[in-house]
């Protein structure tokens, strides 16, 4: 009667390289998320592998059940403690690491080995939760190559050198990197993510607000992470151009200013306005932000297939943005505008609160000049206002503080001061938001914004101009918009102040040493190949899968066409994969895949050569174990030596070897 039985493998204990191979595969993939895990989780799992180690070395003993028990319920407090949720990203993987090294201090038998090396490739595998770069691949891919060595020693049932085990990996991950790149061409593409991200996984990206009040901006000012990348179709244009707008902010309550709610056009989906001059064509990288709001060089003329367009020259994307992607654009450094509308004039002109006597002298004087705006400007450039990026805090009236007490603000401060006072002036305003310059990576040949490049300027409507830029921040700071941000931080970090050093002062002063400039260099390349990364691999979505599909025949390819395509591919490179495996296998030394024949039979009746055992050794075991095989082994021991050892050759002798191992037979064959 047919039997179903589960296959069990015989449990030994695995030699103590192999043993400490999986604590070193558990300290390397824990090391892909030690930026992110707290201090206390980190030690409490390197202090959990260190426990096993002296398991493992120096006979210490295994820790009770009821121990176990408590650490595991120490752990789920702490962690729910920390993030006040056991779901969600954060929580998740620190759970998970904390479960890999309790795992770790229980293991008792190979099939607990087995289990901890599986536990490691998924908390490998979360780190793509929080980045899909091309160091974190690499980093991974290490990961892996470590934990994979670790799984070929564990399954071996005899000790295997290091070096040996290191090949025999490399040859497995080399062997199935074809069937890695099907899987990825081919594998049916769909919109988005293949599973939703956890609520959590966009919280930590850091942005644009829709709202600015003194200080909100300068939160950016620190963050080195990336906002966009630009390619330009043609010469990228001078930085006094390069303005990035995002937001308009029409409302304030003297304090914050936000989106206007009132619907001040007709057809939001038409901007009204004509181009004047050469018009300028760019690709933009976006990264994620969670947010819905795109950027585009002022002002734009087009608009994305994912995205819409909104009063103020403002692009908003059609779904918040949770992966990176391309939008091609064109815009109009300069433009004419159609005629402001009187609910737009009086949403624009709208002021919270009346001015300040010092303020009312001010602005009155300023009536008088025949150009209110340039007035305004040259007040800011002549008197002792600075940049800094660090201002005070400003309480009450903070227009009238502002201007006459502290002189100290960063470039929202000066935006929504000017904003204001345009008001006072009789000039519609309204406050925009974006990003301004951008650091030019020559290695890639494009153009990097930050979100330390966050900036607030100024539109005033001025009359047969329509909406025209006025930046503020260029009075006092001029190096803000000439030189980029990054430049202007390494000019305060120095102790320069802005608009106090001659050209060729900021540029010494920029170069730096030989070392940081070469350092500089060296983070442009890097980030050309982060680039290319992301271009090439990550952005590899259901759009280019089709023109893929296209290029193989497929007009118009199904899911079914496309799964079918997916398993000819795999299952040709599998029997490609087996071909060459027997071509090699039948290409071996006669001699040794005769031996290696007759090794086998024995090793079916029970009796396996150890790998570092030498032909004689095994004969000796055969004898001592197996006397009734011994008679028919020894001629073919004894070929094999002659062969090998004895530098003789000959067809005739290798015949007689093959001939003996095709007759052998061991008991139960």
């Known amino acids: 009667m047919f039997e179903w039985r589960t296959y069990r493998p015989p449990d030994r204990a695995p030699d103590r390289h192999a043993a400490n191979g999986l604590l070193l595969s558990a300290l390397a993939a824990l090391a892909l998320h030690i930026q992110r895990l707290p201090l206390w989780l980190s030690l409490g799992v390197c202090g959990l592998v260190a426990s096993r180690y002296l398991v493992e070395n120096y006979g210490w003993r295994h820790p009770p059940r009821l121990i176990r028990w408590c650490l595991l319920l120490a752990a789920v407090i702490a962690v729910f403690n920390t993030y006040g949720t056991l779901l969600g990203r954060e929580a998740g993987i620190s759970l998970l690491a904390l479960l890999v090294g309790l795992k770790i201090l229980e293991i008792r038998s190979l099939r607990d080995y087995f289990v901890s090396v599986f536990l490691l490739y998924f908390l490998a595998l979360g780190a793509f939760l929080f980045s899909q770069s091309l160091l974190t691949a690499g980093l991974a891919m290490a990961v892996a190559v470590v934990t994979t060595a670790t799984l070929v020693r564990l399954s071996l049932p005899n000790a295997l050198p290091a070096s040996e085990g290191l090949r025999l990996t490399v040859a497995i991950l080399w062997r199935a990197v074809p069937i890695m790149l099907v899987m990825y061409l081919l594998f049916p593409r769909i919109q988005g993510s293949l599973w939703g991200l956890p609520a959590d996984a966009f919280d930590a990206r850091t942005g644009l607000s829709d709202t600015v009040t003194p200080g909100s901006i300068n939160e950016l000012s620190s963050s080195g ?141 300023w009536q008088r000049e025949p150009d209110p705006v340039r007035a305004v400007l040259r007040y800011f450039h002549e008197q ?162 089709q023109r893929l599909l296209n290029s193989l025949g497929f007009d118009t390819p199904s899911w079914a066409q496309v799964v079918v395509t997916l398993v000819i591919g795999v299952a040709s490179l599998l029997l490609v994969l087996a071909a060459t495996l027997l071509w090699t296998r039948n290409r071996m030394d006669p001699v040794a895949a005769s031996y290696r024949r007759f090794c086998a039979k024995l090793g079916k009746s029970g009796l396996s050569r150890h790998a570092h055992e030498g032909p004689l050794d095994f004969y000796h075991r055969i004898l001592a174990a197996r006397p009734d095989l011994a008679a028919d082994s020894k001629p073919i021991i004894a070929l094999y030596v002659t062969l090998r050892y004895g530098n003789v050759a000959g067809e005739e002798l290798v015949d007689q070897l093959r001939g003996r191992v095709r007759r052998f037979k061991a008991a139960g064959q």
């Open 384 to 545: 002792d206002f600075v940049y800094t990026l660090t201002p005070p805090l400003l309480r009450g009236d903070l227009l009238d503080e502002f201007l006459f007490e502290s002189r100290r603000g960063y470039c929202e401060h000066y935006a929504a001061t000017f904003a204001m006072l345009m008001r006072h002036l009789g000039f519609p305003s309204r406050l925009v938001v974006g990003y301004q310059g951008g650091e030019w990576n020559n290695a890639g040949g494009y153009l990097v914004v930050r979100q330390a490049d966050a900036h607030a300027w100024v539109e005033v409507w001025r009359k047969h101009r329509g909406w025209t830029r006025v930046d503020p921040t260029a009075a006092v700071a001029p190096e803000r918009i000439e030189l980029g941000m990054t430049a202007l931080q390494a000019l305060l970090a120095r102790g320069a102040l802005p608009g106090e050093l001659e050209p060729a002062a900021i540029r010494a002063l920029l170069e730096g040493r030989w070392l940081a400039r070469q350092w500089r260099r060296l983070g442009m390349y890097w980030d050309a190949v982060n680039t290319a990364w992301n271009r090439w691999v990550m952005a590899y979505g259901p759009e280019r899968q």
């Open 225 to 365: 992470e990336v906002a966009f990348r630009v390619d330009f179709t043609g010469p990228a244009p001078h930085p006094r151009q390069r303005y990035w707008r995002s937001l308009v902010l029409s409302h304030t309550d003297g304090t914050t200013w936000s989106r206007a709610r009132e619907a001040v056009t007709v057809n939001a989906d038409i901007w009204p306005y004509r181009g004047v001059g050469e018009p300028i064509d760019y690709t933009i990288d976006y990264e994620a932000t969670g947010r819905r709001w795109l950027v585009a060089m002022d002002v734009p003329a087009t608009v994305p297939a994912e995205a819409t367009a909104r009063p103020g020259f403002i692009l908003v994307a059609k779904r918040p943005v949770q992966k990176r992607f391309q939008y091609a654009m064109r815009s109009y450094p300069a433009h004419s505008a159609a005629p402001l509308a009187p609910a737009a004039r009086a949403l624009h002109l709208r002021t919270p609160r009346p001015m300040s006597r010092r303020v009312r002298a001010l602005v009155d004087a």
